[in-house]
């Protein structure tokens, strides 16, 4: 009965992706929350009910970022994830002093593929190594920086970089409803 999820398509039982995602949407407050978490990249484009919801998701306004990261990352798998950030209120306020402008409609992208240089090796089971992907925290705060400009109400501190990071509305030629609601930052950046 939680009016958050009037309307949304039941996730499918074969992927919990989704049913994951509404979960957490569930335990947001529902003028300030925000979630980050990852996933796989297949919930970006995946289709069927995971497509519905994705589509009720970005209609209703909940989701503010998609960052893919680089591959082998974690130790239990070497796949590249995404880290999803939903917001329930993407409003002009001011958050800790800092006035964000009014982010309704929009996403930011950013495609962190190739940020696979500084690789730690590690040890496992018998010895056996393997290697995984660190970022630095330079690259952390850059990433927090791209972000935290593109929320600024001050629209200069902000601007897409070709092959990396990219704000799309829903509407548009190029918009997200035109790509079909994917969520690949590659449809877009």
């Not at 499918?12 to 796989?40: C, E, Q, R």
């Not at 409609?105 to 056996?128: P, Q, T």
């Not at 290697?131 to 897409?160: E, F, G, M, P, R």
Request: hydrophobic share 40%; proline share 3%; glycine share 4%.
């Amino acid at each position: 009965n939680d009016p958050r999820f009037n309307g949304f398509t039941l996730p499918p039982v074969a992927n919990a992706n989704y049913a994951w995602i509404l979960h957490m949407l569930s335990k947001l407050d529902v003028t300030k929350g925000i979630a980050g978490f990852l996933l796989a990249n297949g919930a970006l484009n995946s289709e069927g009910n995971e497509y519905e919801i994705r589509k009720e998701l970005l209609e209703r306004d909940k989701i503010e970022a998609i960052i893919v990261l680089p591959r082998n990352m974690f130790y239990t798998t070497d796949i590249s994830v995404t880290l999803w950030i939903m917001n329930m209120n993407k409003q002009a306020k001011v958050v800790n002093g800092r006035q964000l402008r009014d982010r309704k409609n929009e996403i930011l992208f950013m495609d962190l593929r190739n940020w696979d240089s500084n690789v730690e090796e590690y040890v496992i089971d018998k010895g056996k190594k393997k290697k995984k992907t660190v970022l630095t925290d330079a690259q952390i705060a850059h990433i927090k920086k791209i972000y935290n400009n593109w929320k600024s109400a001050d629209t200069t501190l902000y601007s897409d970089v070709p092959e990396f990071c990219k704000a799309v509305t829903l509407e548009g030629d190029n918009g997200i409803r035109a790509k079909n609601y994917s969520l690949a930052p590659s449809k877009y950046i």
